[in-house]
């Protein structure tokens, strides 16, 4: 079953906009991860957020974590055409399941020159 | 270094007939997991290896096997292919455990006819 629920499905921006999205949870968590895939390629991590943090930043990616609302976004500044992905979240050390990830459907997101 | 390995690519198969898909990982980890893609559906965890000589199943281990070879391999097997395991099938590893950081292969599209 898919726990987290990303948000927007699609995101289309031109180069140079800041592009976030979103991501949601139903269960308590240890932490949140964000994975890009590219079109035909497998997926990479991009960052690693734990419940007990609040913000984390990877070059031009920031990320935040509200355990109170079960919701955590991926803001990718000054974005480039190399960003176009499918941005995907995944859940680590669920309540009740701590033994797999729990992933996500994906943000589209495209970004125009 | 390679990272996480899969093959092959692309395979097409015609209904009931057999494959195994092969992954390698050269970074020493622990953890090695199959899943597969669908539209829609996200990523779906077919089966994981916790460690050598250990596998368990995941969300949809109907009609696949696994075989955990050393710590550098774990191999998917299709013994009777049916059209309902046309997707996509990626191969990950993780050096810290099922909920951590997840390594992926570039993939491997299949097609049953």
């Known amino acids: 079953s898919q726990q987290g629920e990303e948000d927007p499905q699609a995101l289309s921006i031109q180069e140079g906009e800041n592009a976030t999205m979103n991501c949601s949870y139903k269960?308590?968590?240890?932490?949140l991860q964000w994975y890009r895939q590219n079109s035909g390629r497998g997926l990479v991590h991009l960052i690693l957020?734990?419940?007990n943090e609040r913000e984390k930043h990877s070059g031009r990616l920031r990320v935040t974590l509200d355990t109170s609302k079960k919701s955590s976004s991926l803001l990718i500044t000054a974005s480039r055409a190399a960003d176009t992905a499918s941005y995907f979240c995944a859940t680590g050390g669920n309540a009740g399941n701590n033994r797999k990830l729990i992933w996500g459907l994906g943000t589209s997101l495209a970004v125009n020159p | 270094n390679a990272g996480v390995t899969q093959t092959p690519k692309f395979q097409v198969l015609k209904t009931g007939q057999s494959m195994t898909l092969q992954c390698a990982q050269d970074?020493?980890?622990?953890?090695m997991y199959w899943y597969r893609q669908d539209p829609g559906m996200g990523l779906r965890l077919i089966y994981y290896?916790?460690?050598?000589?250990?596998?368990d199943k995941g969300e949809v281990p109907n009609g696949y096997n696994v075989s955990r070879l050393n710590k550098r391999e774990f191999s998917l097997r299709l013994e009777s292919a049916a059209p309902s395991q046309t997707s996509v099938y990626f191969c990950?590893?993780?050096?810290?455990?099922?909920?951590?950081?997840?390594?992926f292969g570039s993939g491997t599209q299949l097609s049953v006819l």
């Open positions: 990950a590893s993780s050096g810290q455990g099922a909920t951590e950081k997840l390594f």
């Open positions: 957020i734990r419940s």
């Open positions: 970074m020493n980890h622990n953890s």
């Open positions: 290896s916790a460690s050598e000589g250990t596998t």
């Open positions: 269960t308590s968590i240890n932490n």
